[in-house]
């Protein structure tokens, strides 16, 4: 299967952004989704892990979900900061580890 | 802390091999799933390979599938990519990550394998 995300979005800092995961085939809800974070010349970083479980240290702002109706899962950040400027990756799997092409957030 | 540092990247000729090297710390690294993931340069993340924490457990992607192959010494905490019959696509920074009991990825810095003649 394959996850697709928008290549890019932007907003303004404080507004709200969601980015969306979408999965070619099979259950969204069969697999876990995972979130990414990738700042410019950084390793990535784990932001949501099991669909909606923020992962240590990462902020309330971040939130995930899963959409069954959809076939895919979206990585909403609210209150948005310059600091949120990244790359973010959709993960998932069966047998295999699949990420999304990922989407560049610009906030400005 | 979680410490995953990457070795063993380079530059090699089409056609030709290499070993990369994790020395993991920080975690019950028997415990745990490891991975290769890899990021060719401005392009996104691709999974390449993970292993089971015994050993007895491994995938492999289809861009990698017959010519790397990825093994783990649990005593000496490390993990390892054989890459044999490298290509130009294979250019890219190589990550070893962890895959905790839970779906938490925690990455290391990454070593760079570049292809070319």
């Known amino acids: 299967f394959m996850l697709t995300q928008p290549h890019s979005v932007s907003e303004s800092p404080g507004k709200t952004v969601t980015i969306s995961c979408t999965r070619s085939?099979?259950?969204?809800?069969?697999?876990?989704v995972q979130w990414y974070q990738q700042r410019p010349g950084s390793s990535p970083t784990t932001m949501i892990y099991?669909?909606?479980?923020?992962a240590s240290g990462v902020p309330d702002r971040f939130s995930g979900s899963i959409d069954t109706s959809s076939n895919s899962a979206s990585l909403t950040i609210s209150g948005l900061k310059t600091e949120d400027e990244a790359d973010y990756y959709c993960?998932?799997?069966?047998?295999?580890?699949?990420f999304g092409g990922g989407t560049k957030l610009t906030v400005l | 802390q979680v410490q995953l540092v990457e070795s063993g990247g380079g530059l090699v000729k089409p056609g030709g091999s290499l070993r990369l090297s994790c020395a993991a710390s920080?975690?019950?690294?028997?415990?745990?799933?490891m991975s290769w993931i890899r990021q060719a340069p401005g392009k996104g993340l691709e999974w390449i390979s993970y292993?089971?924490?015994?050993?007895?457990?491994?995938f492999y992607a289809d861009s990698v599938k017959g010519r790397f192959t990825i093994s783990r010494d649990n005593a000496k905490n490390s993990l390892y990519l054989q890459m044999n019959s490298l290509r130009a696509e294979d250019t890219a920074l190589y990550y070893c990550?962890?895959?905790?009991?839970?779906?938490?990825?925690?990455w290391g810095q990454g070593t760079l394998v570049t292809v070319s003649s």
């Open positions: 993960q998932s799997y069966d047998s295999l580890w699949v």
């Open positions: 292993i089971s924490s015994s050993g007895n457990t491994i």
């Open positions: 990550v962890r895959r905790s009991s839970s779906w938490t990825l925690y």
């Open positions: 099991e669909d909606n479980q923020r």
């Open positions: 920080g975690f019950t690294f028997s415990d745990d799933y």
């Open positions: 085939s099979g259950n969204i809800a069969s697999n876990y």
